[in-house]
Protein backbone atom coordinates (compact mmCIF):
# COMPACT_ATOMS: atom_id res chain seq x y z
CA UNK A 1 0.00 0.00 0.00
CA UNK A 2 1.31 3.62 -0.69
CA UNK A 3 2.22 6.03 2.08
CA UNK A 4 -0.42 8.38 0.89
CA UNK A 5 -3.85 8.15 -0.78
CA UNK A 6 -5.50 10.56 -2.68
CA UNK A 7 -8.94 10.92 -1.95
CA UNK A 8 -11.71 11.53 -4.44
CA UNK A 9 -15.22 11.44 -4.94
CA UNK A 10 -17.11 11.93 -8.03
CA UNK A 11 -19.50 15.37 -6.44
CA UNK A 12 -16.50 17.43 -6.15
CA UNK A 13 -14.25 17.21 -9.28
CA UNK A 14 -11.30 19.51 -9.19
CA UNK A 15 -10.87 21.03 -12.99
CA UNK A 16 -6.99 20.93 -11.59
CA UNK A 17 -5.07 17.89 -11.08
CA UNK A 18 -6.00 17.88 -7.49
CA UNK A 19 -7.70 15.28 -5.11
CA UNK A 20 -10.43 16.32 -2.87
CA UNK A 21 -8.58 14.91 0.38
CA UNK A 22 -5.48 13.10 0.77
CA UNK A 23 -4.78 10.31 3.49
CA UNK A 24 -1.03 9.36 5.20
CA UNK A 25 -1.59 6.73 8.33
CA UNK A 26 -4.34 7.57 10.14
CA UNK A 27 -4.78 11.49 9.10
CA UNK A 28 -6.92 13.00 6.70
CA UNK A 29 -7.12 16.64 5.41
CA UNK A 30 -8.62 18.08 2.66
CA UNK A 31 -8.56 21.08 -0.04
CA UNK A 32 -11.25 23.48 0.05
CA UNK A 33 -14.42 21.96 -0.23
CA UNK A 34 -17.65 24.01 -1.42
CA UNK A 35 -21.14 23.74 -1.80
CA UNK A 36 -21.11 22.59 -5.42
CA UNK A 37 -24.91 20.87 -6.09
CA UNK A 38 -24.00 17.00 -6.24
CA UNK A 39 -26.40 16.11 -9.20
CA UNK A 40 -25.55 19.35 -11.30
CA UNK A 41 -22.06 19.92 -10.88
CA UNK A 42 -23.30 23.67 -10.86
CA UNK A 43 -22.54 25.76 -7.16
CA UNK A 44 -25.99 26.04 -5.16
CA UNK A 45 -28.03 29.17 -5.27
CA UNK A 46 -27.51 30.75 -1.85
CA UNK A 47 -25.97 30.45 1.49
CA UNK A 48 -28.06 27.67 2.81
CA UNK A 49 -28.03 25.12 -0.18
CA UNK A 50 -24.56 25.51 -0.61
CA UNK A 51 -23.88 24.90 3.67
CA UNK A 52 -26.22 21.65 2.76
CA UNK A 53 -24.28 20.61 0.41
CA UNK A 54 -20.75 20.98 1.61
CA UNK A 55 -21.33 19.00 4.37
CA UNK A 56 -23.16 15.89 2.06
CA UNK A 57 -19.50 16.59 0.70
CA UNK A 58 -17.62 16.39 3.88
CA UNK A 59 -19.57 13.35 4.82
CA UNK A 60 -18.14 11.67 1.48
CA UNK A 61 -15.20 12.26 1.45
CA UNK A 62 -14.22 11.04 4.98
CA UNK A 63 -15.79 8.04 4.43
CA UNK A 64 -14.22 7.51 1.11
CA UNK A 65 -10.96 7.98 2.87
CA UNK A 66 -11.86 5.10 5.60
CA UNK A 67 -13.45 7.25 8.61
CA UNK A 68 -16.48 8.63 8.88
CA UNK A 69 -17.28 12.38 10.76
CA UNK A 70 -16.37 11.14 14.39
CA UNK A 71 -12.60 11.07 12.99
CA UNK A 72 -13.15 14.99 12.30
CA UNK A 73 -11.23 16.82 14.72
CA UNK A 74 -10.99 20.42 13.28
CA UNK A 75 -12.67 22.54 10.78
CA UNK A 76 -11.97 25.88 9.13
CA UNK A 77 -14.99 27.54 7.44
CA UNK A 78 -14.76 30.57 5.53
CA UNK A 79 -17.84 32.92 4.82
CA UNK A 80 -18.59 35.65 2.65
CA UNK A 81 -20.95 36.72 5.34
CA UNK A 82 -20.47 35.37 9.05
CA UNK A 83 -23.68 36.91 10.27
CA UNK A 84 -25.20 34.29 8.49
CA UNK A 85 -24.11 31.60 10.58
CA UNK A 86 -27.36 30.11 11.44
CA UNK A 87 -26.96 28.04 8.30
CA UNK A 88 -23.79 26.65 9.24
CA UNK A 89 -24.77 25.83 13.00
CA UNK A 90 -27.85 24.08 11.48
CA UNK A 91 -25.88 21.51 9.08
CA UNK A 92 -22.82 21.40 11.97
CA UNK A 93 -25.66 20.11 15.12
CA UNK A 94 -27.10 18.05 12.19
CA UNK A 95 -24.17 16.47 12.07
CA UNK A 96 -22.36 16.94 15.65
CA UNK A 97 -25.36 16.60 17.69
CA UNK A 98 -23.55 15.58 21.16
CA UNK A 99 -22.06 18.35 22.23
CA UNK A 100 -19.14 16.76 24.37
CA UNK A 101 -18.20 15.16 21.10
CA UNK A 102 -17.37 18.09 18.39
CA UNK A 103 -14.59 19.13 16.03
CA UNK A 104 -12.92 22.37 16.86
CA UNK A 105 -14.10 24.95 14.42
CA UNK A 106 -13.01 28.24 13.38
CA UNK A 107 -15.14 30.54 11.27
CA UNK A 108 -13.82 32.87 8.98
CA UNK A 109 -14.90 35.92 7.22
CA UNK A 110 -13.84 35.43 3.60
CA UNK A 111 -12.13 38.95 2.15
CA UNK A 112 -12.42 37.34 -1.47
CA UNK A 113 -15.68 37.64 -3.32
CA UNK A 114 -16.65 34.40 -4.37
CA UNK A 115 -19.69 32.44 -6.34
CA UNK A 116 -18.62 30.02 -3.26
CA UNK A 117 -20.43 32.06 -0.22
CA UNK A 118 -19.22 29.27 2.05
CA UNK A 119 -16.57 26.66 1.79
CA UNK A 120 -14.29 24.71 4.88
CA UNK A 121 -11.52 22.32 5.24
CA UNK A 122 -10.84 19.14 7.71
CA UNK A 123 -8.72 17.70 9.56
CA UNK A 124 -9.44 14.28 10.77
CA UNK A 125 -7.95 11.30 12.82
CA UNK A 126 -8.81 7.76 12.19
CA UNK A 127 -8.93 4.89 14.79
CA UNK A 128 -6.42 2.69 14.69
Same mark, same amino acid.
Given at each position: ?42 ? $? ?10 ? =?? +???? @?? #? ?41 ? $? ?10 ? =?? +???? @?? #??
Amino acid at each position: MQRRMSIHIDELKHENPIPAGCRVGNLITTGVINGVDPETGQV $ADGVEAQCAHMF =QH +VRRI @VE #AGGGSTDDIIKMTVWMQDRSQREHLNREWLAMFPDEHSRPARH $AVQSSEKSKFLI =QC +VFEA @VL #AD
